[in-house]
């Protein structure tokens, strides 16, 4: 099988939540991509004929989307708002508000309008209930004027899960032919405790939680499965053939389609063939161990009901070992062909179907098999398959030469990829696409009627973000739009606040179109300076948030818009890490790192005067990656589902908690943790704490009264109280920890270790949320500083000249840089050795030796050293060689060019490269 990846193309999106018929699985159409081919590929569109356009912005937390036909969008939010954007709207309406359980990745979490939607109005709901702990899938009817009947409810399925520890619900709804209605569900184990990333498979009494035999290895289970039923008239549903498990099956419930799944993430149906796909979150696991493989993120393709292994494989049907959590004692590998589920707390068949392996994988680090998928974090999400219709008349459907083709993309990565299908399925080409409008996290994406893709962006990270938003992606065979651009300088401020608003580099790919310009603010302001002009100004002299909205037209009628928040009456705090704030300094791994956080804040004061008031108010999160220097600093704080600040965390910082509560002390009320310590064996408590949150109380932890809080929502409340409850997640080594200083033992940062951790990068975040100010609202500020190791693999380069990645054991980290001839290079982006100026390189050459010249930016650049190595005897007879380097001051870093030279090896290599560092000269 002939596989081809695309590596360059443009504009990749820039910077929640895994004796039976199996036929199907035994073609080699299924089987995981091997021996790929990286030859030249197709070209499936012209990349500047897409075109963005931002529907809606501003949504809180979106998960799903479906789209009627005629154009009508229905999506949901997690907190349990079904909202509609009618076509030409420019604000889409609350239909529907559900009370659901919004802690541990709970909530509103899947849509779909039901097949026959446009008569009978029916759509379909997936969402964690209040009063029952799992997950609902009804169906709800809309009434005439649109809304949501409550009164409507048909609870078709509903199965039981535990809330006792986080996370795993997945949560996608998607129809396919005959009116089957596939349903994803997650595995509901806790990724955590000691699995350590790896298989969690944990049978210790009482740790039910911590296993996922008990669920997605459960033929009796509906967790961590894909189900597939079909919905009846008149309420309930039957089975449809062809599922894993037979009506009247003692070896497993009926409804399973899939199992063996942790977190499947974002189904989709082919609706041309009836074949489902899905993205599988993995676990997080950064390296092999005698416990089984590293994590991987799967994209897979089913085509008929089968097990896809978790939590015994993952990927390629990589095997986990059995694993006694007891006595730490390492089993035998699982075995694909006959899994054996031997957990205590197994209610289903002990022997499991044949495991199948992944479609698509990959791990935090580069993928051998997928390299065009880059490194980082991993939340794998699988999009819609295009068909393109001949028939359709219309200016915006996607071209002809990607009919067949499946998008799928990366939450946490973010990247975006077609994959090209032939007529049987099988996967030609993965390509990059074009996005043409920034992108910061798509969640769920679906094609409209008119061709055009639609996608809900959830926004920066995972919590409630400003930038949530709706966006439509065209492609535009004749006319196309302009493309609108908006600068704002600034965006916030104290009133009377002037604004200066520029879209003059707003542009046309038409290059003949003028350019006209349309300027609306909500609410409505005098903006007789801006008019139609490119650029102007306006004074805001009142407190509040107003939204502008830019509308770009050419002379042909297209147009674009862009909008832009204001917050007026506060400032956005700033937030400096003054311990080191260089880019690119050098850490050790057994030597302790400083962190001191710094605020200023217009309103709130600075925290050098202050620090009492900013102590228990900012928040900081370490994060290691054992991975190369990333190009922007976010994409170093991409490790999985665990990344970014919680919804709680955003909550409670916008709100008045953190005035008279702390996490570990008391302030004025008790703290968080003991808060949950009192009441972590009282199953009623989370309840009467939301009641007395909203209603306030007086006498429970002493005399002095808790304020009413009438304003928020009994599901606002609930995600907040269950934060505070849930002390061991806050204790987690990637959660977000308070104070304005702290000691980093980096070893005991997650996934680093002295011994393991030969390179690496890790990534300290900090957020402060002001208070806001009257008639305006609160905003958070934030920063980014990293570190990276003072040993760097040459694996890790940014960019190069010649030479290949070669695999030994005897080299660090089992790779190195071979095939080195005379004038090839290798560039590492952002290094700052301040006064580490002993640079040591670890190389082998048999018979030549040479010199590595360190020069600044590029082969051409300034000469910073020089290095001259002798022979070592073999290829893979490593010696170390040093050379000292000037000393570097400021706060700029380098760009390190290393150029090998040896002008007598002729067209032949002449040496390995393994790794280098920096260290402290002993003389200084």
């Not at 932890?701 to 934060?723: A, D, R």
């Not at 070893?747 to 951790?757: H, I, L």
């Not at 000292?884 to 290599?909: A, D, R």
């Amino acid at each position: 099988m002939k596989f081809t990846v695309i590596q360059s193309v443009a504009s990749v999106i820039a910077g929640c939540l895994p004796a039976i018929t199996l036929l199907c699985f035994q073609s080699p159409m299924n089987a995981p991509a091997e021996n790929i081919d990286f030859s030249d590929a197709t070209t499936l569109w012209q990349e500047d004929r897409f075109s963005g356009e931002t529907l809606e912005f501003g949504l809180t937390r979106p998960m799903e989307l479906d789209v009627a036909s005629n154009g009508t969008i229905y999506f949901i939010e997690l907190d349990g708002n079904l909202r509609r954007l009618l076509p030409g709207a420019t604000k889409s309406e609350i239909i529907g508000t559900l009370k659901v359980f919004t802690a541990q990745e709970s909530g509103l979490i899947g849509l779909a309008l039901d097949p026959d939607f446009d008569s009978n109005r029916r759509l379909y709901l997936q969402y964690s209930p209040v009063e029952y702990s799992g997950q609902h899938i009804s169906r709800f009817e809309l009434n005439s004027d649109g809304a949501l009947d409550m009164d409507s409810e048909e609870i078709i399925l509903k199965f039981e899960e535990q809330r006792d520890e986080c996370c795993h619900h997945a949560g996608s709804l998607e129809f396919g032919p005959e009116g089957n209605l596939f349903i994803a569900t997650g595995d509901n184990t806790h990724p955590g405790g000691d699995s350590g990333g790896y298989a969690p498979i944990d049978e210790r009494e009482g740790r039910h939680a911590y296993d996922a035999q008990d669920s997605a290895a459960n033929t009796m289970d509906l967790r961590g499965k894909i189900l597939r039923i079909r919905p009846l008239e008149d309420g309930g549903y039957s089975i449809p053939e062809g599922n894993l498990f037979p009506p009247g099956s003692q070896k497993g419930r009926p409804e399973i389609y899939v199992m063996g799944c942790r977190n499947p993430w974002r189904i989709q149906i082919d609706p041309a063939t009836g074949f489902l796909y899905w993205g599988e979150v993995g676990p997080d696991a950064g390296g092999e161990g005698p416990r089984g493989p590293r994590g991987y993120d799967e994209v897979n393709q089913a085509r008929a009901a089968g097990n896809f292994g978790w939590p015994f494989f993952v990927g390629a049907n990589f095997a986990y070992a059995d694993y006694d959590y007891e006595t730490k004692a390492v089993g035998p590998l699982y075995d694909a062909s006959r899994p054996e589920n031997r957990s205590p707390t197994n209610t289903g068949a002990r022997f499991l179907p044949p495991a199948q392996p992944a479609w698509i994988y990959y791990p935090y680090a580069d993928s051998k098999e997928f390299p065009v998928l880059g490194s980082g974090g991993r939340t794998a999400c699988a999009g819609p398959v295009f068909h393109f219709k001949n028939n359709l008349d219309s200016a915006v459907q996607f071209p002809k030469t990607m009919d067949r083709c499946l998008l799928f993309y990366d939450w946490q990565r973010t990247f975006f990829m077609v994959a090209e299908l032939d007529e049987n399925s099988d996967i030609q080409n993965i390509t990059p696409f074009p996005t043409p409008i920034p992108l910061k996290r798509p969640i769920d994406m679906v094609f409209g009627p008119d061709g055009s893709l639609l996608v809900l962006d959830y926004g920066a990270t995972w919590g409630v973000n400003e930038d949530a938003k709706l966006v439509k992606i065209n492609y535009f065979s004749g006319n196309r739009p302009p493309i609108a651009k908006l600068d704002i300088q600034p965006s916030d401020g104290s009133a009377p606040l002037l604004v200066h608003f520029d879209a003059s580099n707003s542009t046309d790919p038409d290059l003949d179109d003028q350019l006209t310009y349309l300027w609306q603010f909500t609410p409505d302001t005098d903006s007789d300076d801006l008019k139609e002009q490119a650029k102007g100004q306006v004074t805001f002299t009142e407190p509040g948030e107003y939204q502008a909205l830019l509308t770009v037209s050419d002379s042909n009628g297209a147009s674009d818009k862009a909008y832009a928040r204001i917050v007026v009456g506060n400032t956005r705090p700033t937030l400096r890490i003054d311990t080191p704030a260089v880019t690119g300094n050098l850490m050790d791994f057994n030597q302790p790192l400083r962190i001191n956080i710094n605020v200023e804040d217009q309103e709130d004061g600075s925290s050098e005067l202050s620090v009492d008031f900013f102590q228990n108010r900012v928040f900081s999160r370490v994060v290691y990656q054992d991975a190369k220097y990333p190009d922007v600093p976010e994409a170093a704080l991409n490790q999985g589902h665990l990344s970014g600040a919680s919804a709680a965390l955003a909550l409670i910082q916008n709100s008045d908690c953190l005035n008279c509560h702390a996490i570990d002390k008391r302030v004025i009320g008790p703290g968080f943790n003991e808060i949950a310590d009192r009441y972590k064996d009282d199953s009623e408590a989370l309840n009467q704490a939301v009641a007395r949150v909203i209603a306030g109380s007086t006498g429970v932890w002493g005399e002095l009264p808790m304020l009413p809080h009438e304003s928020l929502s009994q599901e606002t409340v609930q995600t907040m109280v269950n934060w505070i409850f849930d002390r061991e997640s806050r204790e987690d080594k990637h959660s977000w920890k308070p104070g304005l200083s702290s000691l980093v033992d980096v070893r005991k940062v997650s996934g680093s270790s002295a011994s393991e951790a030969l390179n690496g990068i890790l990534a300290v975040e900090t957020r402060y949320t002001d208070l806001g100010a009257p008639s305006a609202p609160p905003l958070t500020g934030s920063s980014i500083s990293l570190w990276r190791s003072n040993r760097i693999q040459a694996e890790d380069f940014n960019s190069k000249e010649g030479t290949q990645i070669l695999s030994s054991d005897t080299a660090e980290g089992g790779k190195f840089i071979g095939d080195i001839q005379n004038g090839r290079y290798l560039v590492f982006n952002q290094i700052h050795w301040g006064n580490r100026t002993q640079f040591t390189v670890r190389v082998a050459s048999p018979n030549a030796g040479g010199v590595i010249e360190l020069r600044e930016g590029n082969p051409q650049g300034q000469l910073l050293g020089q290095l001259e190595f002798e022979p070592t005897g073999d290829w893979q007879e490593w010696r170390e060689n040093s050379v000292t380097l000037p000393h570097l001051e400021g706060e700029v870093p380098v760009t390190l060019c290393l150029v090998f030279k040896n002008p007598k090896s002729g067209n032949g290599g002449f040496m390995n490269l393994d790794s280098f560092r920096f260290e402290e000269c002993s003389s200084r």
